[in-house]
């Protein structure tokens, strides 16, 4: 039972260790796809799902000065340089700056339009409030890869982190 424990113990170690080695740099490549997969359909009319909500969204938030017709292909560039960004690792401090700026954008709908985003508001989100209310999860995605933007790193060993802890 005790070599057991010690094979499960060294794998666990080994499985942890991997996924601090390499557990953000997927995070961020797969963010990135992300951002720009759904910044590549906003560039064709009727694929995204979003495009009628983010038509209106910025419609009323430009107060009718940017047609959605220059709006779109804006927000879907955009999109597309956030994920360009992640997907490489270039620029990531503008990356992120993009990526925050948008999701700001994003959640304004909960508050210029709640019943197309919430059947029963609060606790009843619609199809377009889920894909908004996930949103927490880029943005969270977004945090712990800028805690790594300056050399930050995830550390897999528990004696190591107490010790930086005494600093």
Same mark, same amino acid.
């Given at each position: 039972?005790?070599?057991?424990?010690?094979?499960?113990?060294?794998?666990?170690?080994?499985?942890?260790?991997?996924?601090?080695?390499?557990?953000?740099?997927?995070?961020?490549?797969?963010?990135?796809?992300?951002?720009?997969?759904?910044?590549?359909?906003?560039?064709?009319?009727? /694929?995204?799902?979003? =495009?009628?909500?983010? #038509?209106? &969204?910025?419609?009323? !938030?430009?107060? *009718?000065? @940017?047609?959605? %017709?220059?709006?779109?292909?804006?927000?879907?560039?955009?999109?597309?340089?956030?994920?360009?960004?992640?997907?490489?690792?270039?620029?990531?401090?503008?990356?992120?700056? /993009?990526?925050?700026? =948008?999701?700001?954008? #994003?959640? &304004?709908?909960?508050? !210029?339009?709640? *019943?197309? @985003?919430?059947? %029963?508001?609060?606790?009843?989100?619609?199809?377009?409030?889920?894909?908004?209310?996930?949103?927490?999860?880029?943005?969270?995605?977004?945090?712990?890869?800028?805690?790594?933007?300056?050399?930050?790193?995830?550390?897999?060993?528990?004696?190591?982190?107490?010790?930086?802890?005494?600093?």
């Amino acid at each position: 039972m005790h070599k057991l424990y010690q094979w499960f113990d060294r794998m666990d170690r080994r499985i942890t260790a991997w996924m601090a080695r390499y557990g953000v740099m997927l995070l961020r490549v797969s963010l990135g796809l992300v951002f720009f997969w759904f910044g590549l359909l906003k560039f064709f009319p009727g /694929l995204s799902p979003a =495009q009628d909500l983010a #038509t209106r &969204t910025i419609d009323l !938030l430009t107060f *009718g000065l @940017v047609p959605a %017709a220059v709006s779109i292909p804006v927000l879907a560039g955009w999109e597309c340089l956030i994920g360009l960004g992640l997907i490489t690792g270039l620029f990531m401090r503008a990356t992120l700056l /993009l990526l925050f700026m =948008q999701m700001i954008g #994003t959640i &304004t709908p909960v508050f !210029l339009f709640p *019943g197309e @985003v919430f059947t %029963a508001i609060p606790y009843a989100p619609t199809l377009e409030g889920q894909y908004i209310i996930k949103n927490m999860v880029l943005v969270s995605a977004g945090l712990v890869i800028g805690a790594t933007v300056r050399g930050g790193r995830v550390i897999a060993d528990p004696r190591l982190v107490r010790a930086t802890k005494s600093l």
